[in-house]
């Protein structure tokens, strides 16, 4: 069998090894693929008469897909698959697969770790510190920003599965109360420090508030101005969840404004940012490009996953289906 990996760059900048999926296909990498509006061009011609096509973020279009003749398998380089017309692939009898659960720990890790850059500033002090302002300054210590202590404080976590509890157990860890909005409460997992509540209990009480929810109809936007007038003066907002969960001009002018005392975010709506994102312009707000789920142990993982998905399917029980 043929595959072709349209973007492989990201998942593997060189310090992964492709050997495992070449032992299954006969497999060509590409790093990078560029697309037009359609999803044709080079797309199509680079995918050729392959039966196996594996993407991260380069999309496979209904055009496109319908364009690849001999395509039986596309395998999602991510837990995300939006950039795959599913429908179209089930009315083609293609198979797609996806990546769930491999990034539960570094995502979570980078929730508090982007919860803790907006307490302590750690970058901008360093480069304080470097640029000489320490050594020049008059008092033994200084802080360019407030400092936050997160002992005693409430974080409200919007989407409570499994990174959305991971967060929770290292929040606590810190001190912090969880207050939980899921769909699917798990009640048994209640405790003196965690408990679930309504959406609107958490968005009025929270002094933090993280992002873990899947990008729905009901989640799109959920943090837009009417939420945010229910919030406390000075919450802090984490998303590294779905860029469009937040409604960004309302956050950029919540920001500005100080109702909102700092947000930190490792996704927008339009990746790469576009350089017009008002929250690129914004008070107190952090970004960084959408490495969550980039750590090595959590790409190989990944990429663990990749190569069992394509060897369930090559035994005839496909798993981690999304087309059914």
């Known amino acids: 069998m043929k595959a072709v ?17 070449k032992e299954l296909c006969d497999l060509t990498v590409y790093d990078r693929t560029a697309y037009d509006a359609c999803g044709l061009n080079e797309i199509v011609k680079r995918v050729g008469a392959a039966d196996i096509v594996f993407t991260n973020k ?40 996806n990546i769930p659960t491999y990034g539960t720990n ?66 606590q860890a810190l001190g912090m109360n969880v207050l939980a909005f899921d769909s699917y409460p798990l009640k048994e997992i209640e405790s003196a420090t965690l408990r679930y ?19 729905l109809e009901s989640t799109k936007g959920i943090i837009n101005k009417n939420n945010i007038a229910k919030m406390k003066t000075g919450v802090m907002i984490i998303n590294n969840s779905r860029g469009p969960l937040v409604m960004e001009k309302d956050l950029a002018e919540a ?7 700092g947000a930190a975010l490792d996704v927008v709506s339009t990746e790469p940012i576009n350089s017009d994102n008002p929250l690129l312009q914004a008070k107190n707000c952090i970004i960084t490009p959408h490495i969550s789920w980039a750590p090595k142990e ?23 289906v999304v087309n059914k």
């Open 5 to 21: 990996v349209l973007d492989g760059y990201t998942l593997n900048p060189g310090d992964l090894s492709w050997d495992k999926l």
């Open 58 to 97: 380069t999309p496979l279009s209904a055009e496109a897909i319908t364009a690849m003749s001999k395509l039986k398998y596309i395998g999602v380089l991510a837990t995300g698959y939006n950039v795959v017309d599913i429908k179209i692939a089930k009315q083609r009898g293609i198979v797609v697969t």
């Open 106 to 171: 570094a995502v979570s890790q980078m929730a508090i770790a982007l919860l803790l850059e907006l307490c302590h500033h750690v970058g901008v002090h360093n480069e304080a510190v470097k640029k000489g302002e320490w050594a020049s300054n008059p008092d033994w210590c200084f802080w360019k920003y407030p400092l936050v202590e997160l002992a005693g404080k409430t974080i409200g976590i919007i989407g409570f599965g499994r990174i959305g509890q991971a967060t929770a157990r290292i929040a």
């Open 197 to 215: 509540v309504e959406l609107d209990e958490l968005i009025a009480k929270a002094d933090v508030i993280s992002l873990h929810c899947p990008l």
């Open 255 to 261: 920001l500005n404004g100080g109702k909102v005392g």
């Open 298 to 320: 959590s790409r190989q993982r990944l990429m663990d996953i990749v190569i069992n998905n394509l060897c369930q399917y090559i035994a005839g029980s496909p798993i981690n």
